[in-house]
């Protein structure tokens, strides 16, 4: 072991007359343990919050979606079997996406109407796991008498509506009349009703089979576009580029990124932000480390003098300090790690367990929008945390120790 380790260690132990200077020690060491800690609980809170989120985009909507640039798709048969058979992509389904409105003889409301290949859709996207009440392949039921419709959670409390119901769909493109555009009305049957967890999802999306929209339209043969369900959903910017050149310019993909770019950037930046702000606890906390230093170094003059007298280079000084304070930064990094990884991998039991005490519901279902409390914990932050926290350390002891290092003996032993 280096001497000026050994001394550095020594330093740190509590004597009876350096009671004080330990006391402010332990309570650097604290701090830099709340700021590790809390930057650990929130990022992995903030981490989780992302990633439940994708899940519900990516449950609902199609990793990538291709549509023509000149409106409606006719050809859409030959383009399902071109892009089924490249390289990354797993299926490929089509769709119709219309604005019409549901009437429940009580209540309206404007809706986004998705016409859906029941068989080839489930292979896409996760819609068939997100229903909640009745069963999505009665969209097409062939013996029914009236089409089937499957709504959101948030859209059947709205309207007032339970399986069994009769809806009107109501198109407001319509038919030509001598009193001018008459919109379209049909009926159709709640069959189902889904909860993806996403309140815009379920308060404004309704479905019906892809036959039906085209007969309701008056597409004929046609739809929106087609969406497909790749392999990696992180490497679906590749895949766009390679369709948008392979496809030519007669049609236009894009990717689940690119189409809730807002909200992932707003997540993104929002934990950069924290971050930073949640860094300056740690830097309180290196100005403790820096505080304990120079009063380490005044309380140790004479020590400083007789070493120096000895033969101990300024450098080795300066390490002796350097190393006391990096020694209260580990130590401080280590607890707050521990302590923050304990919270974070049991938050939800622990939040629970608040709200059982308490009495008082932390985040409201009905607000929030939130079956449970997510956190996932990535490895790569809580590495950038330690280095960080361990870093802001070592440059808070870079002052006091070479200040150490520039005392004089003679100076130093004047008034001994």
Same mark, same amino acid.
């Given at each position: 072991?280096?001497?000026?380790?050994?001394?550095?260690?020594?330093?740190?132990?509590?004597?009876?007359?350096?009671?004080?200077?330990?006391?402010?020690?332990?309570?650097?060491?604290?701090?830099?343990?709340?700021?590790?800690?809390?930057?650990?609980?929130?990022?992995?809170?903030?981490?989780?919050?992302?990633?439940?989120?994708?899940?519900?985009?990516?449950?609902?909507?199609?990793?990538?979606?291709?549509?023509?640039?000149?409106?409606?798709?006719?050809?859409?048969?030959?383009?399902?079997?071109?892009?089924?058979?490249?390289?990354?992509?797993?299926?490929?389904?089509?769709?119709?996406?219309? @604005?019409?409105? *549901?009437?429940? %003889?009580?209540? /309206?409301? !404007? #809706?986004? +109407?998705?016409?859906? =290949? $029941?068989?080839?859709?489930?292979?896409?996207?996760?819609?068939?796991?997100?229903?909640?009440?009745?069963?999505?392949?009665?969209?097409?039921?062939?013996?029914?008498?009236?089409?089937?419709?499957?709504?959101?959670?948030?859209?059947?409390?709205?309207?007032?509506?339970?399986?069994?119901?009769?809806?009107?769909?109501?198109?407001?493109?319509?038919?030509?009349?001598?009193?001018?555009?008459?919109?379209?009305?049909?009926?159709?049957?709640?069959?189902?009703?889904?909860?993806?967890?996403?309140?815009?999802?379920?308060?404004?999306?309704?479905?019906?089979?892809?036959?039906?929209? @085209?007969?309701? *339209?008056?597409? %004929?043969?046609? /739809?929106? !576009? #087609?969406? +497909?369900?790749?392999? =990696? $959903?992180?490497?679906?910017?590749?895949?766009?580029?390679?369709?948008?050149?392979?496809?030519?310019?007669?049609?236009?993909?894009?990717?689940?990124?690119?189409?809730?770019?807002?909200?992932?950037?707003?997540?993104?930046?929002?934990?950069?932000?924290?971050?930073?702000?949640?860094?300056?606890?740690?830097?309180?906390?290196?100005?403790?480390?820096?505080?304990?230093?120079?009063?380490?170094?005044?309380?140790?003059?004479?020590?400083?003098?007789?070493?120096?007298?000895?033969?101990?280079?300024?450098?080795?000084?300066?390490?002796?300090?350097?190393?006391?304070?990096?020694?209260?930064?580990?130590?401080?990094?280590?607890?707050?790690?521990?302590? !923050?990884?304990?919270?974070?991998?049991?938050?939800?039991?622990?939040?629970?367990?608040?709200?059982?005490?308490?009495?008082?519901?932390?985040?409201?279902?009905?607000?929030?929008?939130?079956?449970?409390?997510?956190?996932?914990?990535?490895?790569?932050?809580?590495?950038?945390?330690?280095?960080?926290?361990?870093?802001?350390?070592?440059?808070?002891?870079?002052?006091?120790?070479?200040?150490?290092?520039?005392?004089?003996?003679?100076?130093?032993?004047?008034?001994?």
């Amino acid at each position: 072991m280096p001497f000026e380790l050994f001394i550095g260690l020594r330093y740190l132990r509590a004597k009876r007359k350096s009671t004080f200077i330990s006391l402010i020690t332990l309570i650097s060491v604290a701090g830099v343990a709340l700021g590790v800690m809390a930057l650990i609980i929130v990022l992995a809170v903030m981490t989780g919050f992302e990633e439940d989120l994708k899940e519900k985009i990516l449950g609902t909507n199609a990793h990538v979606v291709i549509l023509s640039t000149s409106g409606a798709m006719d050809d859409y048969h030959p383009l399902l079997d071109k892009v089924r058979k490249m390289d990354g992509v797993v299926a490929a389904t089509p769709f119709i996406y219309n @604005q019409v409105m *549901l009437s429940s %003889g009580r209540n /309206v409301s !404007g #809706v986004v +109407l998705r016409g859906i =290949d $029941v068989a080839t859709d489930a292979k896409v996207t996760n819609l068939h796991k997100s229903m909640v009440e009745g069963n999505l392949q009665k969209l097409e039921d062939p013996t029914a008498k009236t089409p089937g419709v499957v709504v959101g959670k948030e859209l059947a409390k709205n309207l007032g509506l339970f399986v069994g119901d009769t809806i009107d769909v109501i198109s407001p493109m319509g038919n030509i009349t001598p009193f001018g555009m008459m919109p379209k009305l049909r009926h159709f049957k709640l069959v189902g009703i889904f909860n993806t967890g996403m309140f815009e999802y379920d308060s404004t999306l309704a479905y019906v089979s892809l036959d039906e929209a @085209q007969q309701f *339209l008056g597409m %004929g043969d046609v /739809v929106t !576009g #087609v969406q +497909l369900k790749v392999r =990696d $959903v992180y490497k679906t910017g590749a895949l766009v580029q390679k369709l948008n050149s392979t496809l030519g310019p007669s049609y236009h993909a894009r990717d689940w990124m690119q189409m809730n770019k807002n909200i992932l950037f707003a997540l993104k930046t929002e934990k950069s932000v924290m971050f930073v702000i949640l860094t300056l606890i740690v830097l309180v906390a290196a100005f403790g480390i820096a505080s304990t230093l120079f009063m380490v170094v005044m309380e140790k003059t004479r020590d400083i003098a007789i070493l120096k007298s000895m033969g101990a280079t300024s450098r080795s000084i300066m390490r002796i300090f350097v190393f006391e304070g990096v020694i209260i930064g580990v130590f401080g990094t280590a607890v707050g790690v521990l302590s !923050g990884l304990l919270v974070a991998l049991n938050l939800e039991p622990i939040v629970g367990f608040i709200q059982r005490m308490t009495g008082f519901e932390l985040f409201s279902k009905d607000i929030y929008y939130l079956d449970h409390f997510p956190s996932r914990v990535i490895p790569s932050d809580v590495l950038l945390i330690s280095v960080t926290a361990v870093l802001i350390s070592f440059i808070a002891t870079l002052y006091p120790s070479w200040a150490a290092s520039r005392m004089a003996p003679a100076e130093a032993l004047r008034y001994e």
